[in-house]
């Protein structure tokens, strides 16, 4: 079985400064990794996914995650976060070659002027 | 068709109640799931259907719960007799047949029960 350890349930930061939600998995297979946002009253919505290939991954809004097998971690990193940022956010994996998702407790990301 | 369709999106209900949501995916997407998401938790895996199959279903659907997608597009799910720890945001999510693509989320139905 698959899960997900969001290592921080808060995380205030001020305007333009750097930030990074931790994520740690726990899996006997091979997974695929996501990180979704959510906004208030509003369904989930994917910022980036790693399945294969290079471990650095680029999504929307100027985020990117990292995936380190060693340390089985899936960090999500913005160089800079704008008031908008501010939304919980999700770590999620999946058991390759299948489509069901283990969910991470998540994030509240609170970006602060 | 610009996304994931669930209604209603808010249901306040009494309990002993039965309810029903309904889900309209993608219509190219074949698979289609429901979550369930408490109050400061990540959404948690119920069910999944390929087309009107329904492959697998969580131990969180208790006898109370059931769903259907009686002609593979949308998809409905019935609670029967609530009670208070039903109360929950319910996601619907479709995706194509191709292994690991995104999963697309609705905006989900937001369940009280009181």
């Known amino acids: 079985a698959q899960s997900v350890t969001q290592l921080d349930s808060q995380v205030p930061v001020f305007e333009e400064a750097p930030v990074e939600l931790r994520c740690n998995y726990s899996s006997s297979v091979s997974v695929y990794l996501f990180w979704y946002v959510q906004y208030p009253n509003q369904g989930l919505q994917l910022l980036l996914k790693y399945l294969s290939g290079s471990t650095l991954v680029k999504g929307i809004n100027g985020f990117e995650a990292e995936f380190n097998k060693s340390q089985t971690s899936f960090h999500l990193r913005k160089p800079s976060v704008h008031i908008s940022d501010t939304a919980e956010y999700f770590c999620a994996v999946s058991r390759a070659g299948y489509n069901k998702l283990i969910f991470g407790a998540g994030t509240r990301l609170a970006v602060h002027p | 068709d610009t996304g994931v369709s669930q209604d209603p999106r808010h249901k306040i209900t009494k309990r002993g109640q039965n309810v029903t949501f309904r889900c309209d995916p993608i219509s190219e997407h074949n698979r289609l799931y429901w979550y369930r998401q408490t109050l400061g938790q990540g959404p948690e895996f119920l069910t999944y259907?390929?087309?009107?199959?329904?492959?697998?279903k969580s131990r969180l659907l208790s006898d109370r719960f059931s769903a259907e997608r009686p002609k593979g597009s949308f998809s409905t799910l019935e609670i029967q007799r609530t009670e208070q720890g039903d109360s929950a945001m319910y996601l619907c999510a479709s995706s194509p047949s191709t292994d690991n693509t995104e999963a697309f989320f609705g905006q989900g139905t937001r369940l009280t029960v009181v």
């Open positions: 259907f390929q087309n009107e199959a329904q492959l697998e």
